[in-house]
């Protein structure tokens, strides 16, 4: 049974950073993509970033290139979300995902697995 569980999540200023982590257990990941996408409160679900996990392809939001880095860690089975120059604007739960495919996915439908979210809070 696959699992993904985050951590990382909490309150943090205007212009600060937080790092994410997706643990994954449950099988082999090696032909998987892995995502983070977010819920701003009211909203619905939004793709942030996502990466091939063999070969390391990765793909932002606009609203986030430049400021946040997906990278893992294939020892750990661990993913990673490392988020900088924050902005209130980025207040949501974060969720970690994985499809079974090595095509990177915006979409949430496509993605097989979820994680039970994260939250992240920027105060301005």
């Known amino acids: 049974q696959v699992q993904l569980v985050e951590s990382g999540g909490g309150l943090v200023q205007a212009g600060g950073s937080l790092r994410l982590s997706c643990a994954a257990s449950?099988?082999?990941?090696?032909?998987?993509?892995m995502g983070w996408f977010r819920q701003a409160p009211g909203k619905g679900r939004a793709f942030v970033a996502a990466?091939?996990?063999?070969?390391?392809?990765?793909y932002y939001a606009d609203s986030v290139k430049g400021r946040f880095t997906i990278s893992r860690d294939n020892a750990k089975n661990t993913v990673y979300l490392q988020m900088n120059s924050l902005k209130p604007e980025d207040t949501a739960v974060y969720y970690c995902?994985?499809?079974?495919?090595?095509?990177?996915?915006?979409?949430?439908?496509?993605?097989?697995?979820w994680g039970q979210g994260t939250q992240v809070t920027v105060s301005s």
């Open positions: 995902a994985a499809a079974n495919t090595i095509v990177v996915l915006t979409s949430d439908q496509k993605y097989d697995y």
């Open positions: 449950g099988r082999t990941f090696s032909s998987y993509t």
């Open positions: 990466i091939r996990w063999s070969g390391g392809s990765t």
